[in-house]
């Protein structure tokens, strides 16, 4: 009965919390493993922990690659663990008694789907989600979703405000989306509105396909 009544308990805080629009990150335990090669929310959270922790000093990207690999493993000897550099259930159970996981560039990227694309539909706003990581991973553009997000001049919502404004649900799960690979776009570095948009540059290059309102380019 206690542990029915603890299960109802956590159901109706779930609930609340959606009611109230909060996100609640997912535990990188949840991962089971980590290594290089893996791109997902949770290895941007991992990343994130690892900084706070002083053991990552590079741009958030949401992939596992050699320097991710590098930080896990100093992490793992400071603390006593198999220092291979592959964050099992034990590193990850040990960062997230050390580090709390703060989504903060989850957060950033989902303001900045909603800022772009709210009236869009969700494979919309997904798009606009794979162009920030398609960036990321680009050698045209900073290595970072948070550089590439306020990158000057890049984004309308970052220039006028927009990006201050609440993400809903719908956003953050966009942006989540987006970090564990889902790319609409085939590749795709820039969009544009067509119907509103006045330069020539974006206008002249070719158009990959054609989302809601946005024109998707490289």
């Known amino acids: 009965m206690a542990g029915k009544r603890a299960g109802r308990v956590s159901m109706l805080l779930g609930a609340c919390a959606l009611t109230l629009g909060l996100t609640v990150a997912a535990p990188s335990a949840g991962a089971q493993k980590l290594e290089q090669g ?11 922990q690892l900084s706070d922790l002083g053991y990552f000093d590079a741009g958030m990207t949401g992939y596992y690659g050699t320097i991710t690999k590098g930080a896990v493993r ?10 291979d550099g592959v964050a099992g259930p034990a590193t990850l159970n040990r ?11 989850l957060r950033q990227l989902a303001k900045l ?14 798009a606009v ?4 990581m398609n960036r990321v991973h680009s050698n045209a553009f900073p290595s970072s979703i ?10 309308t919502a970052v220039d006028d405000g927009q990006f201050n404004t609440k993400p809903t649900q719908t956003s953050y799960r966009a942006a989540r989306k987006a970090l564990n690979g889902a790319d609409p776009t085939n590749g795709a570095l820039y969009y544009y509105n067509p119907k509103i948009a006045t330069s020539v540059w974006s206008k002249s290059r070719p158009t990959l396909l054609t989302i809601g ?3 998707f380019t490289r």
């Open 38 to 48: 893996v791109r997902s929310e949770h290895v941007l959270q991992l990343q994130e």
């Open 74 to 83: 100093k992490f793992q000897q400071a603390q006593g663990l198999s220092a």
């Open 95 to 105: 960062l997230n008694k050390k580090a709390k996981a703060e989504g903060e560039t």
């Open 113 to 126: 789907i909603h800022g772009e694309a709210r009236g869009e539909s969700f494979e919309g706003q997904v």
């Open 129 to 132: 989600g794979a162009v920030v």
């Open 146 to 155: 948070s550089k590439v997000i306020f990158q000057k001049g890049q984004f």
């Open 213 to 215: 309102q946005h024109d």
